[in-house]
């Protein structure tokens, strides 16, 4: 074999060793990515998907049920008070601890008060409610990303980022899912008053966290505000990291858009199969995605992570237009979801380390907000004309456009490779 090829082959059995990964995963600072997740997670359906099936079973108009989905609109406008985190402090715990502490305290209370609340008597009271709760989880999200960006070394971050995402993923899961299943045994009120347990559990994983080092605080609201813009704008090249933003998980979020459209209607699939296989099955190799790419990423580097895994996402997307050609097969699909969600969950692992390392510590809480709202615009901007696409050319034609769709952040990422090197030595 020539000489070239075995170091290749040591090279890939080096990545794929996890030996030297076993004193990183003994760290405390990865060990609390794990509830930090699921505290993160928890909220989210309470205020969303959960609510709305009680108020469907509670007999709620449907007018009604449809303007409590304005109770999330604090996730989108995050960015908005994140400042403020930035620059005040809570008198415990530290900078970022003491403001995850207060918030899930808030949140606490917040699902205790939604699980004595009747919302088919008392409809405002439980929407003013569950705005505060969606406001206290929005405002927790800030932290704990800023917390987490602050807390992990950079060869830390891609598995923190794995163990973060696993334990959000499975907090959606016990929030929307086991909560769901519960409701049907042991009624609303003691459902959501057991959620309200597992969140105060969370504030434990608050409580041992380890400190983040000491970082230059904002002198005051002005510098908090104007100054993570001022320090991101007077780096080089910093235009075309944005722009990187945008465009890295773009195809991923085009097809995504009408994924499960299309396994209902373009295939012919029922409901319960995508539900079986493209949510339960695809949460499963989300997951397995995340810890195998944050796993590779302590070898391969912030560029190689997000070349090779950026890559796979945008290939994934064609093995549903393979399933278009294919028809209904259960082994085609069960392929495709699970390659799509494997590729999915590491291109995250890689993109949401890349964010971390773009953010100064001094401003970590906005720097990121911003950053993850900027990231989004593509969930919404390209669902609209999906539909429109998809009716022009049809299903093949419309996931082979989602992985050219890809190609042009690739490209970028590519011209900007000696950024991204720069960004792993800081």
């Given at each position: ?12 059995a080096e990545i794929l060793c996890l030996r030297s990964l076993l004193p990183m995963l003994t760290s405390r600072r990865l060990a609390v990515m794990l509830p930090m997740g699921l505290a993160s997670g ?385």
């Amino acid at each position: 074999m020539p000489y070239s090829s075995k170091k290749t082959l040591a090279r890939i059995a080096e990545i794929l060793c996890l030996r030297s990964l076993l004193p990183m995963l003994t760290s405390r600072r990865l060990a609390v990515m794990l509830p930090m997740g699921l505290a993160s997670g928890l909220p989210l359906a309470l205020t969303g998907g959960t609510l709305q099936a009680w108020l469907t079973v509670d007999g709620v108009d449907i007018r009604t049920i449809g303007l409590f989905s304005l109770v999330g609109i604090p996730y989108t406008l995050k960015f908005l008070w994140s400042p403020v985190m930035d620059h005040f402090s809570v008198p415990w715990l530290g900078r970022r601890r003491g403001w995850i502490l207060f918030t899930q305290g808030i949140l606490t209370a917040g699902i205790t008060a939604m699980a004595l609340t009747s919302p088919a008597k008392t409809p405002l009271a439980m929407a003013y409610l569950a705005l505060i709760v969606a406001f206290s989880s929005a405002s927790q999200d800030i932290v704990i990303d800023a917390y987490r960006t602050d807390l992990l070394k950079e060869k830390e971050r891609g598995l923190g980022v794995a163990f973060s995402v696993t334990g959000y993923r499975i907090a959606m899961l016990i929030s929307g899912a086991l909560a769901l299943i519960l409701s049907d045994h042991i009624g609303w009120r003691d459902t959501y008053l057991l959620m309200a347990g597992i969140m105060a559990l969370g504030m434990l994983g608050t409580l041992i966290g380890p400190k983040t080092e000491s970082s230059s605080v904002p002198k005051d609201m002005t510098e908090a505000i104007i100054g993570p813009l001022k320090e991101f704008f007077s780096r080089p090249a910093a235009i075309s990291m944005l722009v990187l933003v945008v465009l890295y998980k773009l195809g991923d979020a085009f097809a995504g858009t009408l994924t499960t459209a299309f396994l209902i209607r373009g295939v012919g699939f029922s409901p319960a199969d995508v539900g079986t296989i493209n949510k339960g099955f695809g949460l499963l190799a989300t997951l397995m995605g995340a810890l195998v790419g944050g796993s590779l990423m302590t070898k391969m580097g912030l560029f190689g992570a997000l070349m090779l895994f950026g890559l796979l996402q945008a290939v994934s997307n064609l093995s549903f237009m393979v399933l278009a050609w294919i028809g209904k097969s259960y082994c085609a699909m069960i392929a495709a979801v699970g390659i799509e969600n494997i590729s999915g969950g590491m291109g995250t692992a890689a993109f949401v380390t890349f964010l971390m390392a773009l953010c100064d510590h001094r401003f970590t809480a906005t720097q990121y907000a911003l950053l993850s709202a900027l990231a989004s615009l593509g969930r919404v901007f390209m669902g609209p004309p999906s539909g429109f696409l998809v009716r022009w050319v049809g299903w093949p034609e419309f996931f082979f456009i989602t992985t050219l769709t890809a190609l042009p952040g690739l490209l970028l990422l590519w011209w900007m490779r000696r950024q991204i090197y720069s960004l792993e030595r800081n």
